[in-house]
């Protein structure tokens, strides 16, 4: 399995009358290759869980085994480490850099993996071609649309091949038609073999995985695998 949570705890205020248990007591595996969407309305822990699966937080109490490693025992620098290699994430504010091309913005996690010159240079070119923007490798972020925007944050995700793609709400500040445009491309990429996990709060968004997982209050109270028509 590539994702195994055990027992997961995060706590704010531990011990204090303000305690809040953002994830309580929360198992969970996730094979290579799976589809899943983790859904939850606000303040069901979600964001908490993309975090913690993410690496970019880790558990108060519990184990949390990305690929073999047990993340709880790694160093803020091999977290990023960790980060870089093995997750691709996509955000709903694109999060991209406005002073640098669509090009320079791309090829910034290769740069972190130490990747240099023209072999970063390619598989930059190579993943901005794979979500249609070859063209457009000398723009900047502000002279494209919302779903090119977006499209150019996938293409950054995805420049290193990583095992998870990771995207929280990545459809939520589209419209319909493009935000059905970037589902197509995760269920694309999954058909490939990337493992993905959706963050959401829309039923109709996490009717695109293959399996929900649904948070409320902290827990799971909902693990099913789900028919879907586009494999």
């Known amino acids: 399995m590539l994702v195994r949570l055990n027992h997961v705890y995060k706590i704010y205020g531990e011990g204090l ?3 809040v248990r953002a994830l309580d007591d929360v198992s969970l595996t996730i094979d290579r290759g799976e589809f899943v969407a983790i859904v ?5 822990g979600k ?18 085994f990305l690929d073999g490693t047990d993340v709880r025992d790694l160093t803020d620098k091999e977290l990023s480490h960790i980060r870089n290699r093995q ?3 996509i955000f709903q504010q694109y999060n991209l850099i406005p002073s640098l091309t669509v090009l320079e913005n791309v090829e910034l996690p290769l740069i972190y993996q130490g990747i240099n ?19 457009r490798v000398k ?11 977006q499209r150019v944050a996938i293409a950054r995700a995805i420049a290193a091949n990583p095992p998870i793609v990771m995207a929280d709400e990545p459809t939520g500040a589209l ?3 493009t935000g059905q445009e970037v589902l197509d491309f995760l269920r694309r990429l999954n058909r490939e073999g990337t493992t ?3 963050i959401t709060h829309d039923n109709s968004i996490a009717a695109s995985a293959r399996r929900i997982v649904r948070l409320a209050d902290g827990k799971i109270v909902e693990d099913r695998e789900q028919e879907v028509d586009w494999l």
Do not use: K, W
């Not at 939850?40 to 069901?44: A, I, R, V």
């Not at 010159?117 to 063209?135: C, N, S």
């Not at 502000?142 to 779903?147: H, L």
């Open 87 to 89: 997750i691709g994430f």
């Open 196 to 198: 993905v996990i959706l």
């Open 40 to 44: 939850g309305q606000s303040g069901s």
């Open 117 to 135: 010159g023209q072999r970063r240079r390619d598989m930059a070119m190579e993943a901005l071609d794979r979500v249609g923007l070859a063209g």
């Open 17 to 19: 009358e303000s305690e």
């Open 175 to 177: 419209d319909s038609h």
């Open 47 to 64: 964001s908490t869980m993309m975090n913690v699966l993410g690496c970019l937080d880790i558990p108060t109490r519990g184990d949390y």
């Open 139 to 149: 723009h900047r972020p502000v002279e494209m649309s919302g779903g090119q925007q």
